[in-house]
């Protein structure tokens, strides 16, 4: 039977990007799904960098609209891209990744295939140098991101989530556009409000895409603490948007530093903490020595407790209504 071909139209914000936007191009350009039923939005939140000179190094040749977006927020440039299409179908793409000769291809089979309204596949997460490849490791550990299926595993299903997401159009005309109260958790929120207007969103073995993560600790720090902070702004815009799983390391930095201020009057306290802390680092050397590579071990151990702690100090400044990011 001949494949029709849907109308696709990417988007891709950006925002000092110069280091991966070319390798994203690049995938975009190697995609199987034919050009002429194409179009590739970029919204460039103003970069400082050479971003948008690699952009028009190939802005002649290719079906690319860029447009810019002083307010550099990334709710903002989704919006701005998806006003400006005119696909049948949305596809979000991320300036950190590449993507698969067939990944569009993929996306729009599986749109068509599935009843979801939006789709999307697992990730591989990938950085250069000792450190960056510990901290990969650490970002694909079920330990150090938890159940986040589309991280830790390949699987297909009906899910609560997906990264990079394909939608069909008509799910913006039903629910509207991506929160831009929200700087941080803006495919958590949309995709939760999918599926309380009775949608569904579903996750293919099949498709899949190469995330290039922070390399340094302190930008993959800086990540958890932002990434925490958002956990309770989103819940005061959308509280079904957040998973239990979300508030487990806002939970633990709670217990670490109240337990022991209350061990004198109730010393039941002591034990629980010895407990939780024994239960705590048994978990983490596992997944760093064990289920992890043991020469990455030794940076991945102290990671897993320290991308924890910060993302439970960010829940907790977002809690007292301190905004970081």
Request: net charge neutral; charged share 20%; with cysteine.
């Given at each position: 039977?001949?494949?029709k071909?849907p109308?696709?139209?990417?988007i891709l914000p950006?925002?000092?990007?110069?280091k991966?936007?070319?390798?994203?191009?690049?995938s975009?350009?190697?995609q199987?799904y034919?050009?002429?039923?194409?179009?590739?939005?970029?919204i460039?939140?103003n970069?400082t960098?050479?971003?948008r000179?690699?952009?028009n190094?190939f802005?002649?040749?290719?079906?690319?609209?860029?447009i810019?977006n002083f307010?550099?927020?990334?709710p903002?440039?989704l919006?701005?891209?998806?006003?400006?299409?005119?696909?049948?179908?949305?596809?979000r793409?991320?300036?950190?990744a590449?993507?698969?000769?067939?990944?569009?291809?993929?996306?729009?089979?599986?749109l068509k295939?599935t009843s979801?309204e939006?789709?999307?596949g697992w990730?591989e997460t990938r950085?250069?140098?000792?450190?960056?490849?510990?901290?990969?490791?650490?970002?694909?550990?079920?330990?150090?991101?938890?159940?986040?299926s589309f991280?830790?595993?390949?699987?297909?299903?009906?899910?609560?989530?997906?990264?990079f997401?394909a939608f069909?159009?008509e799910?913006?005309?039903?629910i509207g556009?991506f929160n831009e109260e929200l700087?941080?958790?803006?495919?958590?929120?949309?995709?939760?409000?999918?599926?309380?207007?009775g949608?569904k969103?579903f996750?293919s073995?099949?498709i899949h895409?190469?995330?290039?993560?922070?390399?340094?600790?302190?930008?993959?720090?800086k990540?958890g603490?932002?990434?925490g902070n958002?956990?309770f702004?989103?819940?005061r815009?959308?509280?079904r948007?957040?998973?239990i799983?979300?508030?487990i390391p806002?939970?633990f930095?709670?217990?670490?530093?109240?337990?022991?201020?209350?061990c004198?009057a109730?010393?039941v306290a002591?034990?629980?903490?010895?407990?939780?802390?024994?239960?705590?680092?048994?978990?983490d050397?596992?997944?760093s020595?064990?289920?992890?590579?043991?020469?990455?071990?030794?940076?991945t151990?102290?990671l897993?407790?320290?991308?924890?702690?910060?993302?439970?100090?960010?829940?907790?400044?977002?809690?007292v209504?301190?905004?970081i990011?």
């Amino acid at each position: 039977m001949e494949y029709k071909y849907p109308f696709v139209s990417v988007i891709l914000p950006t925002y000092n990007e110069e280091k991966y936007i070319k390798c994203c191009i690049q995938s975009l350009i190697n995609q199987t799904y034919p050009l002429e039923y194409m179009e590739w939005i970029i919204i460039d939140g103003n970069s400082t960098d050479r971003t948008r000179d690699i952009i028009n190094e190939f802005i002649d040749y290719y079906p690319i609209k860029l447009i810019m977006n002083f307010e550099r927020k990334t709710p903002i440039s989704l919006n701005m891209g998806i006003k400006a299409s005119k696909g049948q179908y949305i596809i979000r793409f991320d300036a950190h990744a590449s993507f698969p000769i067939d990944y569009i291809d993929k996306c729009v089979r599986c749109l068509k295939d599935t009843s979801a309204e939006n789709v999307g596949g697992w990730i591989e997460t990938r950085a250069e140098g000792f450190i960056g490849k510990s901290i990969a490791k650490m970002l694909s550990s079920k330990f150090g991101v938890g159940a986040s299926s589309f991280r830790v595993e390949k699987k297909s299903g009906y899910v609560d989530t997906v990264p990079f997401g394909a939608f069909k159009r008509e799910v913006f005309d039903d629910i509207g556009f991506f929160n831009e109260e929200l700087l941080r958790s803006e495919d958590n929120d949309i995709n939760a409000r999918i599926k309380e207007n009775g949608g569904k969103v579903f996750i293919s073995e099949e498709i899949h895409s190469t995330y290039y993560c922070r390399d340094t600790i302190f930008a993959v720090l800086k990540q958890g603490l932002q990434n925490g902070n958002a956990l309770f702004w989103t819940m005061r815009v959308n509280p079904r948007a957040m998973k239990i799983r979300h508030f487990i390391p806002f939970l633990f930095l709670l217990s670490i530093v109240f337990l022991p201020l209350i061990c004198f009057a109730f010393p039941v306290a002591s034990w629980v903490l010895k407990m939780e802390l024994v239960c705590y680092f048994l978990l983490d050397f596992y997944y760093s020595f064990v289920e992890g590579d043991r020469k990455q071990g030794f940076v991945t151990v102290w990671l897993f407790f320290l991308f924890h702690i910060s993302y439970g100090i960010g829940s907790f400044l977002g809690l007292v209504n301190i905004k970081i990011y």
